[in-house]
Nanobody, 129 residues
Framework: QMQLRESGGGLALTGGSLRLSCAAS????????MGWFRRAPGEARPRDFV?????????LYADSVKGRFTIVRDNADNTVSLQMNRLKSEDTADYYC?????????????????????WGQGALVTVSS
C-alpha cells in the first residue's frame, strides 16, 4: 500500500510560480509511474491530466501546461515535485498526486485517471491577478 501526501499549494499571482511536492510512503516512487492531475474547485467531473513521469523516467505533459510545468522525481527522498511557472488563472485547481505500479503501452493511457491506483488528498492552487 502506498500513501501520498501533497504539499506546497497556495496562492500565486498570474505569471508567478509555485512548486508542489508529493511525499510517498509505503513504496518507492521509482517503482511507479508518478503523475499529477487537477480539477477546478466545485467541478464534479473527472480530474484532468497534468503530467506524469514514467517508471523509466520519461515524462508526458498536458498541452495546456507544456513548457510551463516540470515534473521531477527524487528517488532518494521518495518524492515527486511539480514546478509550475508562468501561472495562469485557469491553472487554479486542486492538484492531486497519483501513482501506478504498471507500465502502459500507449501514452494516452497515462492521461486517464483510472490508470492510477494511489491518490493523495490534493493541494489547492489559486492563481489570482
Amino acid at each position: 500500500q502506498m500513501q501520498l501526501r501533497e504539499s506546497g499549494g497556495g496562492l500565486a499571482l498570474t505569471g508567478g510560480s509555485l512548486r508542489l511536492s508529493c511525499a510517498a510512503s509505503g513504496s518507492a516512487v521509482s517503482d511507479h509511474s508518478m503523475g499529477w492531475f487537477r480539477r477546478a474547485p466545485g467541478e464534479a467531473r473527472p480530474r484532468d491530466f497534468v503530467a506524469v513521469i514514467k517508471r523509466n523516467g520519461t515524462t508526458l505533459y498536458a498541452d495546456s501546461v507544456k513548457g510551463r510545468f516540470t515534473i521531477v522525481r527524487d528517488n532518494a527522498d521518495n518524492t515527486v515535485s511539480l514546478q509550475m511557472n508562468r501561472l495562469k488563472s485557469e491553472d487554479t485547481a486542486d492538484y492531486y498526486c497519483t501513482a501506478s505500479p504498471r507500465d502502459y503501452l500507449y501514452d494516452s493511457t497515462y492521461s486517464n485517471p483510472i490508470s492510477y491506483t494511489y491518490w493523495g488528498q490534493g493541494a489547492l492552487v489559486t492563481v489570482s491577478s
